[in-house]
């Protein structure tokens, strides 16, 4: 697993006194930088990027178009956040970055502003940890409490729940889902949405157990994880079929609250194109 506690030495300091910007900087005069903003040497920022409170950029970050970075994020070097979506039918529309507060994002990571396939926008939430080299492609949507580790590469239009957790060197499908409290593991090759709960593996991943190290730690109780755990037995191992479980965990008193979630979010897949819901939608 993945450690989530913060390294008190990466999150930047509570804002104080105005923004500083490093003499090598480029930060033109129209660009929004909250108090306490630190832009370290030869850092490039857009005219129309908005840095909230407190959030540093260390040095060589690139910050690219219509960018609206929160409070309290710390940037590491040769980070490119903004920069065209590598989809070829991009035509040069005004989209954006979005991304909230309490952020790490390390060396490298690229955070690609949208196309216009959708919302017009690529979001990051709060508190996330983006290892180095990571990609964020055009269209993405990642959650709050994410971990993203080193080389980890996602296409377009992914949608990553809160408190998942993706290992190093994973390539994410474009169109895929990976549910809340869903792990990832190294190396993996994810075609099809992953389930919330669930740890997946392989190429291609596929839920081989329940993740409960991530559900203990955020004080899931017994009750509910054997619940799940149950769940999981009935769907992958026995393959008694969604409604054929659902029978059998009602029965049982099993039909809690998160496996309710978890059959939704697999009918909602099946309904989907090559096991990816969001090609419903795409489809239509």
């Known amino acids: 697993m993945l450690d989530r506690t913060p390294q008190s030495d990466s999150l930047p300091p509570q804002p104080v006194g105005p923004a500083k910007v490093h003499p090598t900087a480029l930060v033109p005069a129209n660009a929004s930088l909250g108090p306490g903003v630190r832009v370290g040497p030869h850092c490039v920022v857009s005219p129309r990027a908005v840095i909230g409170a407190g959030t540093i950029l260390e040095n060589n970050v690139t910050i690219m178009g219509e960018v609206r970075i929160g409070e309290r994020n710390r940037i590491f070097p040769n980070a490119v956040i903004g920069a065209d979506p590598q989809d070829v039918s991009y035509r040069g529309t005004d989209t954006s970055v979005s991304i909230g507060d309490d952020n790490i994002i390390r060396e490298g990571v690229t955070i690609n502003r949208a196309s216009e396939k959708e919302e017009g926008v690529t979001t990051v939430g709060s508190r996330n940890f983006l290892m180095a080299y990571s990609h964020v492609a055009h269209d993405c949507q990642i959650g709050d409490q994410v971990i993203i580790a080193n080389g980890t590469l996602l296409g377009g239009h992914v949608r ?72 999981h037995r009935l769907l992958y191992r026995a393959r008694v ?43 239509a």
């Open 160 to 231: 990553i729940h809160s408190h998942a957790s993706i290992s190093g060197g994973v390539a994410v499908h474009h169109w895929a889902t990976i549910g809340s409290y869903a792990f990832v593991a190294g190396l993996s090759r994810v075609l099809h949405d992953v389930p919330p709960y669930m740890l997946c593996e392989g190429s291609p991943a596929r839920p081989r157990c329940v993740n409960v190290v991530a559900l203990r730690r955020d004080g899931v109780a017994a009750a509910t994880l054997t619940a799940i755990t149950e769940a």
């Open 241 to 283: 079929g969604q409604e054929r479980a659902r029978d059998i965990l009602r029965s049982q008193g099993m039909l809690v609250p998160e496996v309710e979630t978890v059959l939704t979010f697999l009918f909602q897949q099946q309904e989907g194109r090559h096991g990816r819901a969001l090609q419903r939608r795409r489809a």
